[in-house]
Protein backbone atom coordinates (compact mmCIF):
# COMPACT_ATOMS: atom_id res chain seq x y z
CA UNK A 1 0.00 0.00 0.00
CA UNK A 2 1.36 3.27 -1.01
CA UNK A 3 2.43 6.31 1.70
CA UNK A 4 -0.10 8.57 0.71
CA UNK A 5 -3.54 6.11 0.98
CA UNK A 6 -2.13 4.94 4.87
CA UNK A 7 -1.92 8.76 5.34
CA UNK A 8 -5.55 8.92 4.58
CA UNK A 9 -6.70 5.73 5.96
CA UNK A 10 -5.21 7.66 9.11
CA UNK A 11 -6.95 10.66 8.07
CA UNK A 12 -10.35 9.04 7.97
CA UNK A 13 -9.87 7.38 11.45
CA UNK A 14 -9.46 10.65 13.47
CA UNK A 15 -12.53 11.76 11.25
CA UNK A 16 -14.12 8.89 12.69
CA UNK A 17 -13.00 8.94 16.18
CA UNK A 18 -13.04 13.16 16.32
CA UNK A 19 -17.31 12.36 15.34
CA UNK A 20 -17.49 9.34 18.05
CA UNK A 21 -16.20 11.92 20.59
CA UNK A 22 -18.60 14.61 19.77
CA UNK A 23 -21.21 11.83 20.09
CA UNK A 24 -19.73 11.44 23.22
CA UNK A 25 -19.81 14.38 24.77
CA UNK A 26 -23.03 15.24 23.16
CA UNK A 27 -25.19 11.70 24.47
CA UNK A 28 -22.57 10.45 27.32
CA UNK A 29 -25.66 11.34 29.90
CA UNK A 30 -27.64 8.84 28.58
CA UNK A 31 -25.16 6.13 29.19
CA UNK A 32 -23.89 6.93 32.44
CA UNK A 33 -26.51 6.47 34.98
CA UNK A 34 -25.89 3.89 37.51
CA UNK A 35 -22.11 4.24 35.99
CA UNK A 36 -20.25 6.25 38.37
CA UNK A 37 -16.65 5.62 36.85
CA UNK A 38 -18.24 6.10 33.63
CA UNK A 39 -20.21 9.30 34.62
CA UNK A 40 -16.83 10.86 36.02
CA UNK A 41 -15.10 10.26 32.53
CA UNK A 42 -18.35 11.93 30.87
CA UNK A 43 -17.87 15.33 33.15
CA UNK A 44 -13.68 15.34 32.53
CA UNK A 45 -14.84 14.81 28.92
CA UNK A 46 -17.69 17.98 28.96
CA UNK A 47 -15.21 20.27 30.98
CA UNK A 48 -12.27 19.45 28.42
CA UNK A 49 -14.84 20.09 25.84
CA UNK A 50 -15.85 23.30 26.84
CA UNK A 51 -11.72 24.30 27.63
CA UNK A 52 -11.05 23.48 24.12
CA UNK A 53 -13.54 25.65 22.43
CA UNK A 54 -13.06 28.81 24.60
CA UNK A 55 -9.22 28.34 24.99
CA UNK A 56 -7.08 29.25 22.35
CA UNK A 57 -5.65 25.91 21.46
CA UNK A 58 -6.29 23.53 19.07
CA UNK A 59 -7.79 20.18 19.28
CA UNK A 60 -5.00 17.94 19.25
CA UNK A 61 -7.19 15.40 16.83
CA UNK A 62 -7.80 18.35 14.52
CA UNK A 63 -4.03 18.72 14.20
CA UNK A 64 -3.71 15.40 13.81
CA UNK A 65 -5.90 14.86 10.97
CA UNK A 66 -5.00 17.67 9.56
CA UNK A 67 -0.92 16.26 9.78
CA UNK A 68 -2.48 12.85 8.24
CA UNK A 69 -4.35 15.03 5.32
CA UNK A 70 -1.31 16.84 4.64
CA UNK A 71 0.92 13.65 4.42
CA UNK A 72 -1.76 11.78 2.25
CA UNK A 73 -1.05 14.90 -0.19
CA UNK A 74 -4.32 16.31 0.35
CA UNK A 75 -4.55 20.00 1.31
CA UNK A 76 -5.36 19.95 5.00
CA UNK A 77 -8.05 22.25 6.04
CA UNK A 78 -7.77 25.49 8.47
CA UNK A 79 -9.36 26.21 11.21
CA UNK A 80 -11.45 24.32 13.80
CA UNK A 81 -13.23 21.11 13.20
CA UNK A 82 -16.79 22.59 13.95
CA UNK A 83 -16.15 25.20 11.19
CA UNK A 84 -15.04 23.12 8.76
CA UNK A 85 -17.28 19.95 8.92
CA UNK A 86 -20.24 21.14 10.60
CA UNK A 87 -20.74 24.57 9.59
CA UNK A 88 -20.27 24.04 5.89
CA UNK A 89 -22.64 21.16 6.38
CA UNK A 90 -25.14 21.88 8.82
CA UNK A 91 -24.62 25.65 9.87
CA UNK A 92 -23.79 27.33 6.42
CA UNK A 93 -23.15 31.24 7.32
CA UNK A 94 -23.61 31.00 11.18
CA UNK A 95 -20.61 33.24 12.72
CA UNK A 96 -18.22 30.54 14.12
CA UNK A 97 -18.79 32.84 18.13
CA UNK A 98 -22.75 31.31 17.84
CA UNK A 99 -21.18 27.44 16.97
CA UNK A 100 -18.40 27.63 19.78
CA UNK A 101 -21.88 29.04 22.32
CA UNK A 102 -23.60 26.40 21.21
CA UNK A 103 -21.27 23.74 21.81
CA UNK A 104 -20.44 25.06 25.34
CA UNK A 105 -24.26 24.66 26.18
CA UNK A 106 -24.50 21.62 25.00
CA UNK A 107 -21.57 20.59 27.30
CA UNK A 108 -23.37 22.81 30.14
CA UNK A 109 -26.47 21.11 29.63
CA UNK A 110 -24.76 18.02 30.00
CA UNK A 111 -23.19 18.99 33.00
CA UNK A 112 -26.60 20.49 34.84
CA UNK A 113 -27.82 16.63 34.13
CA UNK A 114 -25.24 15.73 36.85
CA UNK A 115 -25.96 18.54 39.17
CA UNK A 116 -29.26 17.43 39.11
CA UNK A 117 -28.33 13.83 40.12
CA UNK A 118 -25.60 14.67 42.06
CA UNK A 119 -28.60 16.19 44.00
CA UNK A 120 -30.84 13.53 43.43
CA UNK A 121 -28.50 11.20 45.16
CA UNK A 122 -27.63 13.67 47.99
CA UNK A 123 -31.18 14.39 49.28
CA UNK A 124 -31.81 10.40 49.32
CA UNK A 125 -28.53 9.65 50.91
CA UNK A 126 -28.87 12.05 54.07
CA UNK A 127 -30.97 11.13 56.82
CA UNK A 128 -34.83 13.29 57.45
Known amino acids: MEKEKVYYILAIGVLAVHLLWISWVIFGAVFT ?3 AKLAWFHVLSLV ?8 PWPCPLTLLEQWAQGQAGIAPYHGDFLTHYLEAVIYPDVPYLVLVSVAVAV ?3 NLAVYL ?12 R
Not at 48 to 55: G, M, P
Not at 116 to 127: I, V
Open 33 to 35: RGR
Open 107 to 109: CAM
Open 48 to 55: YSIVIEIA
Open 116 to 127: RRWRGSSAKQSP
